[in-house]
């Protein structure tokens, strides 16, 4: 195990069109790839464009979707392209003196990723390979996919790229080796685990038992990866999600991307990796050295956070439309959206919004009146927030005619980033529908990016309306790993000293979002929630594990 694979994000290092950011925080590529060379370790590149990595997009940046007619992972669209030869220019920057011939530990340089699993043009792999050519990445190169998706379309394979196998298992191995006889093949991806989505019962069942294929790989002296051998986390909105073709059956990413990892979300030894590290080893001439000690944890007495910011008493200028715009067509990536009507003659009657991508919250005046989710959720809770499943209109109740504000707050859940259905934009998609297409739209954007939430009013007109920031402080004797426990809570966002944790959901399994020690200190620490549906506060506290 002398190799890291590293995905580049291409949206988290480019989210703003032309503005890159190689260099803050989790940012830094090379300083990452640096880190890897001092601790003896080798690197496979994997910069994209698409990575999918259970990451918004796929890592593809949201910028491209305000184009209405967009196509993706194509040559056959110059906007896209152009888009990416200015993405690999500015990465290639970065990491050429870090490629093997200069000295540095990258390997290899994947071209795209699981392209067979989407498409079947060789000539767009091509010329992603030619643009790395041409800004002085010279590979070796090398390509990843199923082998049932090679084997349907053999001729997507490039001349001369190695192969990687996701789902890898030794058999697959010489099958491919008997398709490409030419290049080494290696298995690519090998899963200890699986995702999870909100909703889903738990964490237990995506946890697989890789032994065998790891007996089997050593004992044959085949190269492997293992995908994740540590999953971490999806801090902020940055979690990705599933759909089908057709963008229906959406099912959002949770936060921690774990994964049933052998190293768990903090860097501890996780249940299978004494096993696997016994086949690994047992396989070596020379003994492993000993496992690190587990990163240490605290814990914290709970408190109750208190109400301090309204998101009505926060919103920006309005931007008029004709009818709704999704996020990206106003410039915004993720968080929220208000979209405001006003009826002079409202009576109640049933709101259908095509589309709601991906919660929505509905006010008449204020007073709630109910939700949409465009993911299944148990009728018992649906029931219990008075929210539809599947985009299903909305009944509101009749009243007599008067006027009226109407109000739809949406929150924007990971976009797609697996399959064809990867033009998910974000918020209401086309038309709002009240027995009459309603027109002539007010709509907030709402980034809750950390410097908006720095810049919070802190004022609350009405306590009593959802869409409410509390906030607690927690004093620390001494810092170390933990988790906020946030199982009292409904559907919101967390944020510890300005950190944005990322997103918790009561249909869970996830109820504790993970906080690494270094966004702690001690002494007063502040803990920020926003909870588009809770105006009653609840406890918090501090745990040392996920679960």
């Known amino acids: 195990m002398n190799t890291i694979a590293l995905y580049v994000m291409w949206n988290y290092s480019e989210e703003r069109e032309g503005v890159f950011d190689f260099t803050t925080d989790r940012r830094d590529v090379a300083a990452f790839i640096r880190l890897c060379q001092s601790e003896g370790m080798w690197v496979l590149l994997r910069p994209g464009p698409y990575v999918c990595g259970e990451w918004d997009l796929g890592g593809l940046p949201a910028y491209l979707l305000r184009h209405k007619d967009i196509k993706l992972r194509t040559k056959d ?72 998706q090679l084997q349907a379309n053999p001729a997507i394979a490039l001349d001369g790229c190695a192969i990687a196998l996701s789902a890898g298992e030794s058999g697959y191995l010489d099958q491919a080796r008997e398709m490409y006889p030419k290049v080494p093949v290696m298995a690519g991806e090998v899963y200890p685990g699986w995702l999870t989505h909100w909703g889903d019962k738990d964490f237990s069942g995506k946890d697989f038992d890789i032994s065998r294929q790891l007996r089997e790989f050593m004992a044959r002296g085949q190269s492997f990866n293992i995908y994740m051998l540590h999953g971490g986390t999806n801090f902020g909105f940055w979690a990705g999600a599933n759909a089908d073709d057709w963008s229906g059956a959406y099912t959002p990413d949770i936060t921690t991307y774990d994964y049933c990892a052998p190293i768990g979300e903090q860097g501890n030894a996780a249940p299978r990796y004494h096993a696997y590290r016994a086949i690994i080893g047992a396989a070596l001439s020379t003994p492993l050295p000993a496992v690190p000690a587990p990163v240490p944890t605290i814990t914290a007495t709970p408190v109750t956070p208190a109400a301090f910011a309204s998101l009505w008493d926060n919103l920006p200028a309005p931007i008029p439309s004709e009818n709704p715009q999704p996020m990206e067509m106003h410039g915004q990536n993720s968080g929220y959206v208000v979209y405001r009507k006003r009826i002079p003659g409202y009576t109640g009657g049933s709101l259908d919004i095509r589309w709601v991508h991906d919660y929505a919250t509905v006010f008449v005046d204020g007073e709630f009146q109910g939700g949409f989710s465009r993911t299944w959720i148990s009728p018992a809770v649906a029931s219990e927030l008075n929210v539809t499943n599947d985009n299903l209109p909305l009944e509101l109740p009749s009243v007599a005619e008067a006027p009226a504000v109407l109000d739809i707050a949406v929150e924007g859940l990971g976009r797609t980033n697996f399959g064809q259905a990867l033009v998910d934009r974000k918020g209401i998609l086309e038309t709002v529908t009240l ?91 502040e803990v920020v929630l926003f909870d588009l549906h809770q105006t009653t506060p609840a406890p918090i506290s501090l745990e040392a594990q996920l679960s």
């Not at 959802?466 to 967390?494: C, H, Q």
């Open 77 to 148: 669209d110059q906007r896209y392209m152009a888009a990416v030869g200015r993405y690999f220019a500015a990465l290639a920057r970065i990491v050429r003196p870090l490629m093997i011939d200069n000295g540095g530990p990258v390997l290899m340089v994947q071209v795209e990723n699981e392209y067979a699993s989407y498409g079947s043009d060789r000539g767009y792999l091509e010329q992603l390979r030619q643009l790395w050519l041409a800004n002085g990445i010279t590979g070796p190169f090398y390509t990843e996919d199923g082998i049932w």
């Open 435 to 525: 027995g009459e297409q309603l027109t002539g739209w007010e709509t907030f954007p709402l980034p809750m990016n950390d410097d908006w939430v720095r810049g919070l009013r802190r004022r609350v007109t009405d306590p009593a309306r959802p869409g409410l920031f509390f906030r607690a402080e927690i004093d620390l004797s001494r810092v170390g790993d933990t988790y906020v426990d946030v199982s009292n809570w409904t559907k919101g966002v967390v944020w510890v000293n300005g950190n944005n944790l990322g997103r918790y959901w009561k249909i869970g399994p996830q109820h504790r979002l993970y906080c690494p020690a270094q966004w702690l200190r001690r002494g007063r620490n």
